[in-house]
């Protein structure tokens, strides 16, 4: 098994240039969740889809728009790049919401200059 | 609230030492307390986790420990190898248990 998989690995953009990242898992996985790595700042949580069909706010939305395209897919967009969304993206999925083992994809490193 | 906090942000032990990392968290509701481990350039995988039906969970040299009075969990590493070397993440389920707070993180270094 795949797992969870991200797209792209690593991406510059320029100041004010959109983009997507993409997610997929193939685990039947109810929840899926969007996270920012910072160095000192742990992952913080951007978006998440509790289930197919639904999209939340986490704790850093600003910036970003998710979509839940269906049970396997869960995008990431960011309409107008800022050199302060410069980060490690990592996509997650679990089965139960946040009570069970969350599996992470490889990561996005995005550089916004 | 819905905070994780976690202590210390780095820890330096000799190889053959313990280790303990300690966590807390806000949301009485959580029920859930995994803990994740980081290698430098690489994703967070699972390590250990407890529910709160138990208190101590052991596997092989790891533990965690968990205390819901007080609201806090902790990860206990024995006789440390330099392979344990990496950033520990505790997390715990918020939002009514519809998504999962991570704490920001312990840099472990293990020195021979």
């Known amino acids: 098994n795949a797992g969870v998989t991200q797209t792209p690995k690593f991406q510059v953009l320029k100041t004010g240039q959109s983009m997507t990242l993409q997610c997929a898992q193939d685990?039947?996985?109810?929840?899926m969740y969007w996270y920012r790595q910072d160095p000192g700042m742990g992952l913080r949580l951007i978006y998440y889809s509790a289930s197919e069909g639904t999209t939340d706010k986490g704790e850093v939305p600003n910036g970003y728009n998710v979509s839940r395209l269906n049970k396997r897919e869960f995008s990431l967009r960011l309409e107008s790049a800022a050199p302060s969304q410069t980060s490690v993206y990592f996509c997650?999925?679990?089965?139960?919401?946040?009570?069970?083992?969350?599996?992470f994809g490889q990561g996005t490193r995005l550089t916004v200059v | 609230g819905e905070n994780v906090e976690q202590h210390p942000s780095t820890l330096s032990v000799q190889e053959g030492d313990s280790a303990v990392i300690k966590c807390t968290y806000s949301d009485s509701a959580s029920n859930y307390f995994p803990w994740y481990k980081q290698e430098l350039g690489k994703r967070p995988q699972l390590i250990i986790d407890?529910?709160?039906?138990?208190g101590e969970k052991k596997d092989q040299r790891i533990a965690v420990t968990l205390n819901k009075t007080a609201k806090h969990f902790s990860l206990h590493i024995t006789e440390t190898q330099p392979e344990d070397s990496a950033v520990y993440f505790c997390?715990?389920?918020?939002?009514?248990?519809?998504?999962?707070?991570f704490g920001t993180g312990t840099q472990l270094k293990v020195e021979l």
């Open positions: 685990m039947n996985h109810n929840s």
């Open positions: 997650a999925s679990s089965d139960v919401r946040g009570n069970t083992e969350a599996f």
């Open positions: 407890i529910r709160s039906n138990v």
């Open positions: 997390a715990a389920p918020t939002g009514g248990g519809n998504k999962l707070t």
